[in-house]
């Protein structure tokens, strides 16, 4: 008998794609605000976040890490950033996934070195070392840092000008014409999503079991593949009938001006200065 399950399979599932939809569509927003670092060339922008992300990768003090992480937040300030919103973006994924494989670092199996305390796991006993410790700290550190910088780069740039940029710093065409293509076509998916979901609860009502709400997801999941596929040959056909010849051509122009080679220079020297402090601590 059908059951009626106020959170059913199908809601969840149909709940999450238009909040991913939302957040996007509020990252755009966020790029189009007048903040600092929305006014930069785009150009100057990608290397100067390339210079931070570097300096986090060669630190070897999470000190310093702490500190380019404090930067970043700064930056994010400025740039008229809900911090909720950016912190949101940059830990519940990557960060937590690199805490999870830096935990084996913690035992003296994988790192030997002074022993700080131990436990018993079903017979085992399992040592957590200083260097260990102190090794995990600086992998997750590095992470975080990289991860916000490449994020507060996404979040404060349009899409289709970071992938000009890309295609200006010489990054493959296939690359760049894979992301924007991937950008373009997750909202009709989305959208084929949303207008799927109402079919099925136009048919079936509110009234049903988590077992058909899953059977009714994975047949729409095939279905949305084949239809997929088929599109994807559409568009391709299409796109050779107007004389695509395997690059993208976006018509805006970057501009450099005073306010970004000031910044360029500014970014330099506090990425020197921090890899200087780096080297004095270590």
Same mark, same amino acid.
């Given at each position: 008998?059908?059951?009626?399950?106020?959170?059913?399979?199908?809601?969840?599932?149909?709940?999450?794609?238009?909040?991913?939809?939302?957040?996007?569509?509020?990252?755009?927003?966020?790029?189009?605000?007048?903040?600092?670092?929305?006014?930069?060339?785009?150009?100057?922008?990608?290397?100067?976040?390339?210079?931070?992300?570097?300096?986090?990768?060669?630190?070897?003090?999470?000190?310093?890490?702490?500190?380019?992480?404090?930067?970043?937040?700064?930056?994010?300030?400025?740039?008229?950033?809900?911090?909720?919103?950016?912190?949101?973006?940059? $830990?519940?994924?990557?960060?937590?996934?690199?805490?999870?494989?830096?935990?084996?670092?913690?035992?003296?199996?994988?790192?030997?070195?002074?022993?700080?305390?131990?436990? @018993?796991?079903?017979?085992?006993?399992?040592?957590?070392?200083?260097?260990?410790?102190?090794?995990?700290?600086?992998?997750?550190?590095?992470?975080?840092?990289?991860?916000?910088?490449?994020?507060?780069?996404?979040?404060?740039?349009? @899409? *289709?000008?970071?992938?000009?940029?890309?295609?200006?710093?010489?990054?493959?065409?296939?690359?760049?014409?894979?992301?924007?293509?991937?950008?373009?076509?997750?909202?009709? *998916?989305?959208?084929?999503?949303? @207008?799927?979901?109402?079919?099925?609860?136009?048919?079936?009502?509110?009234?049903?079991?988590?077992?058909?709400?899953?059977?009714?997801?994975? $047949?729409?999941?095939?279905?949305?593949?084949?239809?997929?596929?088929?599109? @994807?040959?559409?568009?391709?056909?299409?796109?050779?009938?107007?004389?695509?010849?395997?690059? *993208?051509?976006?018509? #805006?122009?970057?501009?450099?001006?005073?306010? #970004?080679?000031?910044?360029?220079?500014?970014?330099?020297?506090?990425?020197?200065?921090?890899?200087?402090?780096?080297?004095?601590?270590?």
């Amino acid at each position: 008998m059908m059951v009626f399950k106020k959170n059913n399979f199908i809601e969840r599932s149909i709940t999450g794609a238009l909040s991913f939809l939302k957040e996007s569509i509020f990252a755009e927003e966020y790029a189009g605000r007048k903040g600092l670092l929305q006014a930069l060339d785009p150009r100057i922008k990608l290397l100067t976040m390339l210079f931070f992300i570097l300096t986090g990768l060669f630190a070897r003090n999470i000190a310093i890490c702490g500190i380019l992480y404090g930067i970043c937040l700064i930056l994010a300030r400025l740039s008229d950033i809900n911090m909720w919103f950016f912190l949101k973006r940059t $830990w519940v994924f990557i960060p937590l996934f690199s805490l999870m494989i830096a935990i084996p670092a913690l035992f003296d199996f994988f790192t030997p070195g002074d022993a700080l305390f131990a436990f @018993h796991i079903f017979g085992y006993e399992l040592i957590v070392t200083r260097q260990g410790l102190s090794g995990a700290s600086l992998f997750v550190a590095r992470v975080v840092v990289s991860v916000s910088f490449a994020i507060l780069l996404s979040i404060t740039t349009r @899409h *289709f000008a970071l992938l000009k940029v890309l295609s200006i710093f010489r990054v493959p065409p296939v690359f760049v014409m894979t992301l924007g293509m991937c950008y373009r076509y997750i909202y009709l *998916f989305l959208d084929v999503v949303t @207008h799927t979901y109402l079919a099925i609860k136009s048919r079936v009502g509110t009234r049903i079991d988590y077992d058909k709400g899953q059977r009714l997801v994975a $047949w729409n999941i095939a279905s949305l593949w084949y239809r997929s596929y088929h599109m @994807h040959e559409a568009v391709y056909q299409a796109m050779l009938s107007r004389g695509f010849g395997g690059e *993208f051509v976006i018509l #805006d122009e970057f501009k450099t001006n005073k306010k #970004d080679r000031i910044w360029l220079i500014m970014t330099l020297l506090c990425c020197v200065g921090i890899l200087w402090a780096d080297r004095m601590i270590s």
